[in-house]
């Protein structure tokens, strides 16, 4: 499992991270404190506190292209 921390700061963003999230053959997940949702369901990630950093779960130990195509919503530890 990779774990990174991520920042959706508009709707254009989860709109723009889930159409790449679906093109991945693994599975992710979306934390907000308590709350874990499907990073492939717009619905659920909308449910979550958007103006928190997120934490992102992906279910692959190979997935260096997926991160780069994501980079833009990566937050720096």
Known sequence: MTIKKI???STQDVKEFVSVVLKSDFTADLVSGKYVVDAKSIMGIFSLDL????ELRIHSDDCEDFLISIKKFL???
């Not at 103006?51 to 997120?54: G, P, V």
């Open 7 to 9: 920042s959706l700061a």
């Open 51 to 54: 103006s928190k950093t997120l």
């Open 75 to 77: 937050k720096e530890a």
